[in-house]
């Protein structure tokens, strides 16, 4: 499939899925499950383009907590390779790491030549849990918002790096409906951090920083791109085909592999050495 054509089918697709959410309410596990392969198929695509031309992407998600952003990033990485496609979700900083300069933790994960990186949270922390939290002061906050886009554009953009940014947005609704289900479901319960249930107080707090950093840091070289995130089915086939848009890859091309036929030289019974060995119990 040449790029073109590829593209215009996503675009097809896209718009298809738009005009269906209208009318069709939730999307069916099949018919969502069809178009995610056809896209993580892409992704793939996107992969071998990585490796071949040494390029470096960023791709930064935030979000409110439960927006989804764990479940978008899962469905992107769950079929290529994780040393392409490296997911970086950096814990509190050390000591140590709150004496560095700020983004300091962040640029030793940035890409390699033929590397992903996807930043589950990032160092828009912030502008938001940090301001919001009061983990950092104002002064710091302000000056965090006056010098990132400079950092962008100097550090990744000019630097050949494709950085896409994207903000998944949750309704008040889903939000509480999501943190009651975590409450409520012991497969769940993990999710809960020690900032949800602040954050969930927090909401106006949280919407007036959103608000803040948009205004301060969605730049023409580096914008931000908002993504409806109340229906996650939906929201993760809407936000991977406008990711694949965003990147110029090529499909490349592939030689046909011939699987080798096994070496009979000095073989033996390699089954009858294992019929002693401890085996796990096949319980099902």
């Excluded at 069809?34 to 990585?50: F, G, I, S, T, Y």
């Excluded at 927006?67 to 990033?73: E, V």
């Excluded at 110029?248 to 592939?254: E, G, I, T």
Aim: with cysteine.
């Amino acid at each position: 499939m040449g790029k073109k054509k590829a593209k215009a089918e996503l675009k097809s697709g896209a718009r298809q899925e738009a005009a269906s959410s209208t009318t069709a309410g939730k999307l069916k596990r099949r018919e969502y499950e069809k178009e995610l392969l056809k896209l993580q198929a892409e992704l793939c695509m996107v992969q071998d383009w990585v490796k071949a031309t040494g390029q470096r992407i960023i791709i930064i998600f935030e979000g409110r907590d439960a927006a989804g952003k764990g479940g978008t990033i899962k469905a992107i990485t769950e079929r290529v390779s994780p040393r392409v496609f490296r997911l970086v979700a950096l814990p509190a900083p050390t000591e140590r790491e709150k004496t560095q300069i700020y983004a300091q933790r962040y640029v030793a994960h940035f890409p390699a030549a033929g590397e992903v990186v996807i930043f589950d949270r990032s160092w828009y922390n912030r502008a938001g849990v940090e301001k919001v939290m009061g983990f950092c002061t104002a002064e710091q906050h302000q000056k965090f918002l006056e010098m990132c886009p400079a950092f962008e554009k100097n550090i990744l953009v000019d630097n050949g790096i494709i950085l896409l940014k994207y903000w998944l947005e949750v309704g008040d609704k889903e939000q509480e409906r999501r943190f009651r289900a975590r409450i409520e479901d012991p497969v769940r319960q993990w999710k809960l951090s020690p900032m949800d249930l602040p954050s969930r107080q927090r909401w106006y707090d949280y919407s007036r920083a959103r608000d803040q950093m948009l205004d301060a840091t969605d730049t023409d070289f580096a914008p931000w791109h908002v993504v409806h995130s109340d229906d996650k089915k939906r929201a993760r086939l809407n936000l991977i085909t406008h990711l694949l848009e965003q990147i110029p890859y090529v499909r490349q091309k592939r030689e046909k592999v011939k699987l080798p036929r096994r070496i009979t030289k000095n073989a033996y019974d390699d089954e009858a050495t294992m019929t002693t060995r401890r085996w796990i119990p096949e319980r099902y």
